[in-house]
């Protein structure tokens, strides 16, 4: 019965839904494909059209959605399993929720429930992935990659992902101590490592790791320090060049001065000079160095 019914209509003409097609609601222009089924366009779909309407794929930009329809339409097999989540970062401590499809031989795809899908940490900072598909990401010192994995059927497929770093100082046994995490893990390897606190001069240079790191200085070289100079103004007796190294376009620099070191607080800063720079050294020049004696200092900041 169901032979005769198909057979019926491919035998129908192929001008029987030739014309145009409107209502107070849609218009649709007249149809292109023949009785054999061809595609079929007009400003709003576009339709691959096949005999009779055994089979088919209709399929629409915006949103993205395809549609096999017909009884043929229905029959596929599925080739493997693919893994998305939007986005594909997440940030540290965060979640994300994950999603699969089965991939078909006809290049669709077919939505999976997610709580279907055996899921699993295959590599990376993923603390764990529930039944329902939501990944938990772990504390990183740095952008770092993850892979999520899940399985379905007999389909096993991992999705790429990657963890934010969104706190600079969160990380293991370096959190909390004012310097960036990625800094310590640099100069001093994974946590713990005691030589890496902030009060420490582990190279015995006379500068902690908190200045170091304030001046983009290499905590584990006694030949990395700061340098700060006086040069006499040519012509200029009354002017001092005050020349440091080495300075960085990421930091602030505040050249202050003061006629003793005894007095209070940090002095004054020089202005009226323009800094001058040559590679990582700045020239600052006092207009006004005069006196018996006076004394410098370079304020340092870091966003």
Do not use: C
């Amino acid at each position: 019965m169901n032979f005769r019914l198909l057979f019926l209509a491919a035998l129908l003409p192929a001008t029987a839904h030739a014309g145009p097609r409107t209502s107070a609601a849609y218009s649709i222009l007249t149809d292109t494909a023949d009785a054999g089924g061809k595609r079929a366009t007009s400003a709003s779909y576009t339709n691959d059209g096949s005999l009779g309407g055994v089979a088919g794929l209709s399929t629409v930009a915006a949103p993205a959605e395809t549609a096999k329809h017909g009884y043929i339409g229905q029959l596929y097999d599925v080739t493997g399993l693919v893994l998305n989540s939007t986005p594909t970062t997440v940030n540290e401590g965060g979640t994300l929720p994950l999603s699969a499809a089965q991939l078909l031989d006809d290049a669709t795809t077919l939505a999976v429930p997610a709580a279907s899908v055996a899921w699993s940490v295959a590599a990376g900072p993923l603390t764990g992935i529930n039944a329902s598909g939501v990944a938990t990401a772990g504390l990183v010192y740095q952008n770092t990659a993850a892979t999520a994995q899940g399985n379905y059927s007999t389909y096993t497929s991992t999705l790429a992902l990657t963890v934010l770093n969104v706190n600079l100082d969160n990380f293991g046994a370096y959190a909390g101590d004012t310097l960036d995490d990625a800094w310590q893990v640099q100069y001093f390897g994974q946590p713990p490592n005691a030589n890496a606190g902030p009060t420490v001069d582990s190279d015995n240079d006379g500068h902690t790791n908190a200045f170091e790191y304030t001046a983009g200085l290499i905590p584990t070289d006694a030949d990395s320090v700061f340098r700060l100079r006086l040069e006499k103004v040519p012509g200029q007796p009354g002017q001092k060049h005050v020349i440091f190294s080495p300075r960085f376009p990421d930091r602030t620099y505040t050249v202050r001065a003061k006629a003793s070191l005894l007095s209070v607080g940090t002095g004054t800063p020089i202005t009226g000079s323009a800094p001058s720079d040559a590679g990582t050294e700045r020239t600052i020049t006092d207009l006004s160095a005069t006196g018996a004696a006076k004394f410098y200092q370079v304020e340092i900041a870091k966003p």
